[in-house]
């Protein structure tokens, strides 16, 4: 498929629009100005997308999949609506980046890709949509049980948001949607009255304490020493229950992996158990 640029979208929603109003056919699409892009180019990418169809008549019609697209509510709507159309059906090489995180996969997507994105509202922000698109690529990209671990891991993420506003007073922010490679996933302060950096890795889990356990990766633990203040927040997110243990580097530091010899550790499994003590219900956290 042709390179996606926001010119050749917008030409795409435009000419269902039209063919929403009018009757067309496919030789009829040359004659329309749809915008910067030419409409030969627009009519392909419409095919190639599926969101058009010839019936028997010669007449163009909306396919279902097209039908998203225009119903989707709003022009930015409509955009995210291409976006994943187009990358399920041209799997483009940088979808590979995007488990990376959002900085990532915008620095190495090609420009114009990268400005449909600014123009679909979602190259910034953490609304839900935004952050439910973002997901959805990764899982994608990974796989859908990754995805489902995924979906845990943001729900402690938001967890650890909202608790930190209601600790400091402040936004916090949220690293870990735009960049995985950071090695911790929330940036906060250390209270009300001191800015100081409080870096924060979120470990979540929907089983009970005594069934829980978390990676701990190598780049996390070697973050988190280098740190000036350090916690790890880990929650268990059960349906009758929302716990968190806010665990500091020397109460982890028992648990970790030491090189021995020529070996080097990448990565230990902890059980929360180990830290049951420390586990409390937070309020408003439902």
């Known amino acids: 498929m042709q390179p996606l ?6 030409g795409c929603i435009e000419l269902l629009a039209v063919i ?13 100005s749809l915008g910067s892009v030419s409409s030969a180019l627009i009519y392909r990418a419409c095919h190639d997308l599926s969101w058009l169809e010839v019936r028997e008549n010669g007449l163009l019609a909306v396919t279902v999949r097209g039908e ?28 590979q980046l995007v488990p990376y995180g959002r900085r990532e996969t915008l620095l190495q997507a090609p420009p114009s890709i990268r400005q449909v ?4 509202g979602l190259a910034y922000g ?7 698109f973002w997901d959805g690529l990764a899982a994608r990209a990974r796989g859908m049980r990754d995805g ?3 979906e845990i891991g943001r729900q402690g993420e938001r967890h650890t948001l909202r608790y930190e506003r209601n600790r400091t007073g402040f936004e916090p922010k949220w690293v870990a949607l735009d960049s995985s490679s950071d090695g911790y996933d929330v940036l ?23 069934h829980a356990s978390f990676y701990l990766t190598r780049n996390e633990w070697e973050t988190a020493t280098s740190s000036l203040s350090h916690q790890f927040h880990l929650w268990s997110l059960t349906p009758n229950a929302v716990l968190l243990a806010v665990v500091h580097l020397d109460e982890i530091d028992a648990h970790v992996a030491k090189d021995c ?7 230990v499994l902890i059980p929360f158990q180990s830290f049951a003590g420390k586990f409390e219900a937070v309020p408003d956290m439902e």
């Open 68 to 95: 998203r697209a225009t119903q989707a509510g709003s022009p930015q709507a409509g955009l995210r609506v291409m976006l994943n159309d187009y990358i399920e059906i041209d799997q483009p090489p940088w979808l």
């Open 148 to 150: 489902v671990l995924t």
């Open 20 to 32: 929403h109003r009018n009757e067309l056919t496919p030789s009829g699409v040359h004659s329309l």
């Open 188 to 210: 906060s302060r250390i209270s009300m009255s001191d800015s100081r950096r409080l870096t924060i890795e979120v470990k979540a889990s929907e089983r009970r304490v005594e």
């Open 5 to 10: 640029s926001p010119g050749l979208a917008f």
């Open 117 to 120: 994105f600014v123009e679909a």
């Open 126 to 132: 953490d609304d839900d949509e935004t952050v439910r």
């Open 261 to 267: 010899g020529a070996g080097i550790w990448q990565s």
